[in-house]
């Protein structure tokens, strides 16, 4: 499934479409999560002009001369790719919809979502922001999302309504996206062993230098994703092709019965929140105070 750092990479692949004008935009297969858009060809004589990211959300600015920008939202469900392909490309199966840009020279370009399982989403982000993006938390690697951050919403110090602190697990903590976003299983696994927490320790009784350890690898597990280009296994491929190296990067996520890299100890395995937890039993004591 993309993850952060995927739609990070796809984000980052998108840069050579800037500035360029849609030409066409053909939709093949409407129904993904939602359907898209009838009036997606509204774009066309619009040019790209910026692409950013919340959470795992691609939002797309397009502008023309005075008008209003049109914003679109992408997300890329369990299975969904951008790829940029030369105009005239073969359509290939599983690709959705192709917008064609020209990049004022008189070359065309094509982008198309690319989804199997159509899980993904392409939306008008007036209809759909307030209900996608309203409820999420920081961003890991904002300077906003630091150890005081996540401590205080665990322990809930600010809470108005004097909310007794978060006891759920940490693990459950960390992929919760109201709390923070994008922090996937691969990630929450990766940074609760580098910080030595158990993964199904009470939120509440991890200690402040603890949760200092393990924001500080949240963001670096993060930030190295990215700069690897995204780590999922499978079905994703960013526009020029290259599939994630991070993987090959990982320590114990989907490493159940092997040796702990560190201790040699056998990971273990314990299902938290319905997802699969690997972890070292000597290098993550479970020790709640
Ligand atoms: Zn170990």
């Known amino acids: ?6 739609v990070e990479t796809t984000k980052t ?3 050579p479409l800037l500035g360029q004008r849609v030409v066409n935009v053909q939709v093949f297969q409407p129904k993904l999560r939602w359907m898209i858009p009838s009036d997606l060809d509204k774009l066309i004589g619009y040019h790209l002009e910026q692409t950013e990211r919340r959470a795992k ?3 797309l600015t397009f502008a023309k001369d005075n008008t209003p920008p049109l914003k679109l939202i992408v997300h890329l469900g369990m299975s969904g790719s951008l790829q940029q392909h030369p105009a005239d490309s073969k359509k290939r199966k599983h690709d959705h919809l ?4 020209d990049n004022q020279n008189g070359v065309l370009n094509q982008l198309h979502y690319h989804d199997p399982r159509r899980f993904g ?4 982000f007036d209809d759909y922001a307030h209900k996608l993006f309203d409820h999420l938390g920081k961003e890991p690697l904002d300077d906003s999302f630091d150890a005081e951050h996540l401590y205080d919403l665990i322990q809930r110090t600010h809470s108005e309504k004097k ?6 697990p ?7 996206q109201q709390n923070v976003v994008g922090v996937g299983n691969i990630y929450a696994t990766e940074s609760l062993f580098l910080a030595g927490i158990h993964p199904a320790t009470p939120a509440a009784a991890i200690s402040q230098a603890k949760i200092t350890e393990l924001t500080a690898h949240i963001k670096t597990i993060l930030a190295r994703a990215i700069e690897l280009g995204g780590s999922t296994l499978r079905d994703f491929t960013v526009a020029s092709g290259q599939t994630g190296y991070f993987q090959q990067t990982l320590h114990v996520y989907g490493k159940e019965g092997e040796p702990c890299p560190t201790c040699g100890t056998t990971l273990a395995n314990e299902k938290i929140a319905g997802r699969a937890s690997v972890y070292c039993p000597v290098c993550q004591p479970f020790t709640p105070s």
């Open 170 to 176: 940490i693990k459950a903590v960390i992929m919760e």
């Open 163 to 168: 909310q007794r602190p978060i006891n759920k």
């Open 57 to 59: 959300y691609l939002i």
């Open 1 to 6: 499934m993309p993850e952060l750092p995927e």
């Open 13 to 15: 692949s998108l840069k």
């Open 98 to 101: 192709i917008f064609t840009f």
């Open 121 to 124: 989403a392409v939306l008008w």
